[in-house]
Each structure stands twice: as C-alpha cells, then as structure tokens.
C-alpha cells in the first residue's frame, strides 16, 4: 500500500515538472523513512517524527540533512491530505532544528589568478571561467547546450535553472574568450556543450560529479580550498563590491528571494569598508560642525 502511495506521488512531483534530481531525493528520503516506520502511514504522528530526528541525528546526519529529510515528509504528508484526501493533521507540525549560517566563501584576486594558472585545458578552463564569470551553477554548466550560447551578444540563454526557472546571463570577454578557444578545439556535433574528452565515455555530455572532479583536481593542484559553488560566490561579492545592485545579482544568480542573496553583503568587505568610510566622515562633517556653532555661542553669550 504505502510502496503504491510513494509510486503516485513521484508521478505527481513529475506532473509539477520537479526536475529528475528533485523527484530521485524525495522519493530516497521518503524510502528511507518508510522502511523505518514501524507504524502505517495513517498513524504516523510527531512522536514519529521526533523519534525519526533521533533516529537521524544518532546516525550523525548533520543538520542540513536533517531538515531536508523533515521538509520532504512534510510535502510527502501535505500531498496525502490535499490530493489524496487524507483527512488528518499534518504529523510534521514545525522544524526545529537549529541551521548552522554560515558565511558564502569566495576567492580572492591572487586565489584567482593562482587557480586559472594551473588550468590549461581549454575545456576546463571554459567550464569554470564561466562559473566565475556568469555565476553559473554546475548543473547548469553540465546541462548548456551550443545552441544556448549567444556570441555577438554575449549572452547565455539558461533553460530550466533551479525551480525551473529560465533566466540570461552575460559573458566577460575574458568567459568568451575561454568558450571560443574551447569550440574552436571541439569537433563534435553534440547537443551538449561539455563532454568528456578520454575514455570509454569520449564524446559523452560530461556530468555534474564529472565537473566537480575537475575542480577537486585543480583545488588539489593550486593548493586552494575552492569548489564550483565557490567560484559562483567569488563571482556575486566581486560584482558586489563593484557596487552592483542587489536585485541585478539576484537576477544574474538566478535567486529566488533577495534574502540569499543578501547574504553576499556579510562577506563584501571592501564594499562595507567604503561605505563605513562615507558615512562616517559625514557624520564627523555634522559633529565638527555643531561643535563650532556651539563654540559660537558660548563666545557670544
């Protein structure tokens, strides 16, 4: 019974157009806690799911894991009451977990320019300049197709991001550069941008694990602690620090809300240390200034 129930709602996740990765969690997470039930589903209650945290938190998962697993069975729950017309309180009432917030990490100019040094392939060296670049994910890099590329104007066109959403972003010429030399070196006629250049998979699209092991590769060899997601936070304070708009990042990034992005504004340094510097020497300006028309006063009393 309960085996059916999941069946339907990876159907109904598909039928929403969550992407393939999205449907896989879920259904894995909603597996694992299934198998672990020792009740039916009907009498799941937040006992349950109390003793579910336990069970999780005794397994060492760590808390971001944690709460992912209690907002897909809450989703899971929520899809039983409203579609399937179980008429029952949700047993995932709140997350109490408490997240770690930590701060988005990026690279300094000279970690740059050291991590570009060691890359000299020019597949690599296009894949990850336009994850620095343009902000690009690396499920996005991995899915870009040739026809998504604009050249003249310099524009990616990125089909179904995060949340299934389409947004443009813009290339440096240093990021079109890097893609030209690239396309100028591969022969295939593939839809997809990125492939694998050795091997038995030769001329296959290069997957998501496959990017991120280039980049462990080069971390290892500049002596840098760098991954794609981090070339995506370079790329967000740097424009941040060049006094870009919180709303054009967050359109570049593919942000749903500004709060993630507004995150970017905790580790933009040079941007805080200028506008500190401002600030404050107009209020030393108005300070100095009340002191000599008090200075006055008293000279006139």
Not at 51 to 56: A, E, K, N, S, T
Request: proline share 2%; net charge positive; charged share 30%.
């Amino acid at each position: 019974m309960e085996a059916t129930e999941l069946i339907r709602y990876r159907r109904a996740l598909k039928r929403k157009n969550y992407s393939a990765h999205t449907v896989k969690n879920y259904v894995n997470i909603l597996d694992h806690f299934m198998r672990w039930l020792t009740v039916p589903l009907s009498e799941v209650t937040p006992k349950e799911i109390g003793l579910y945290m336990d069970h999780l938190l005794l397994k060492r998962r760590a808390a971001k894991t944690i709460t992912c697993h209690l907002q897909t069975i809450r989703l899971f729950f929520d899809y039983l009451m409203n579609e399937e017309g179980r008429k029952r309180v949700n047993p995932v009432t709140r997350i109490a977990l408490r997240l770690p917030k930590p701060l988005p990490r990026h690279l300094k100019d000279d970690q740059v320019s050291r991590l570009f040094a060691v890359i000299t392939d020019l597949r690599d060296r296009a894949m990850f300049m336009l994850m620095l670049r343009c902000g690009l994910r690396v499920e996005e890099v991995a899915n870009l197709t040739v026809d998504a590329i604009e050249h003249q104007r310099r524009q990616i066109f990125i089909s179904k991001g995060k949340g299934g959403k389409d947004r443009v972003v813009y290339m440096s010429e240093d990021a079109r550069s890097a893609l030209l030399a690239y396309l100028e070196k591969r022969s295939s006629k593939a839809k997809r941008l990125f492939l694998v250049q050795k091997g038995l998979m030769k001329g296959e699209p290069l997957s998501v694990r496959g990017i991120q092991k280039r980049i462990e590769y080069y971390a290892r060899k500049s002596g840098l602690d760098v991954s794609c997601h981090r070339l995506r936070h370079t790329m967000a304070t740097q424009l941040l620090n060049a006094d870009a708009h919180l709303a054009t990042i967050q359109d570049l990034l593919g942000h749903g809300q500004i709060t993630t992005t507004q995150r970017y504004c905790r580790v933009a340094n040079l941007k805080v240390q200028r506008d500190y510097y401002k600030a404050i020497e107009m209020v030393m300006e108005r300070t100095q200034a009340q002191e000599e028309e008090d200075d006055a006063m008293q000279e006139l009393s």
